[in-house]
């Protein structure tokens, strides 16, 4: 069955403190790996795609990589309006359109 | 600057009421998804459409919800008779359906409260 889990669940940080979060998945052939953001009371807003092992992808303060069985997001010098929760997805070869999200990385960032 | 719309943003309903959320994709996207999220649950899958025809549907409590795309413009989804364990945010996404693979676009979402 396919799956995705993330972590932490939480993760509080201080400004400028980077770090990482955690993305593992098992799927029967990946298609495609997502990561999104998403702020209190909106729908998740799309950051990365990922397609095969080794990718990485950028967007100011955030970095995602890929490999055959997890995707991190990398945050680098965070700031407050970086807090959210972020959430990764997979999709597979064999399910048409259809994709699986985690439960999500709470991230908040303190001034 | 091309979003999807949903509406009603907030609906309270009591039990045993129909309810019905709309979704306008973005134009020119030919995949329209629902889902719920709760705090327990997380993102749930409830239906998928491409093309206006229902891909899958296997999500949904199928005694009591139902979802249509009556033109490209429009989604809808239904709850009758509604329950308090309904209560969720429901999200409508689209997506381009080309491209391997695509991303989807979510709204803004629907929370919906049944007392």
């Known amino acids: 069955e396919d799956q995705v889990t993330q972590s932490p669940e939480a993760l509080r940080l201080q400004e400028g403190e980077s770090s990482s979060l955690n993305c593992s998945y098992t799927?029967?052939?990946?298609?495609?790996l997502f990561w999104y953001r998403q702020d209190p009371g909106k729908g998740p807003e799309f950051l990365f795609t990922l397609y095969s092992a080794g990718e990485e992808k950028e967007k100011e303060r955030l970095k995602a990589t890929l490999t055959k069985k997890e995707s991190f997001l990398h945050i680098t010098a965070p700031k407050p309006e970086d807090s959210a929760t972020y959430l990764c997805a997979v999709q597979a070869r064999s399910s048409a359109s259809k994709i699986i999200f985690g439960s999500g990385t709470r991230l908040s960032i303190r001034p | 600057d091309a979003r999807v719309t949903q509406t009603p943003r907030h609906k309270v309903t009591e039990m045993g009421q129909e309810v019905t959320m709309r979704c306008q994709p973005i134009?020119?996207?030919?995949?329209v998804f629902w889902y719920r999220q709760t705090m327990m649950q997380g993102l749930e899958l409830l239906a998928y459409?491409?093309?206006?025809?229902?891909?899958?549907d296997s999500g949904m409590p199928k005694d009591r919800f139902s979802a249509e795309m009556p033109d490209a413009t429009l989604a809808t989804l239904k709850i009758q008779p509604s329950e308090p364990r309904d209560s969720a945010v429901y999200f409508c996404?689209?997506?381009?359906?080309?491209?391997?693979?695509?991303?989807?676009?979510f709204g803004p979402g629907t929370r919906l409260t049944v007392t």
């Open positions: 134009l020119g996207h030919n995949t």
């Open positions: 799927v029967s052939g990946l298609r495609g």
């Open positions: 996404a689209s997506g381009s359906g080309t491209g391997d693979p695509y991303e989807q676009y």
């Open positions: 459409f491409r093309n206006r025809a229902p891909l899958d």
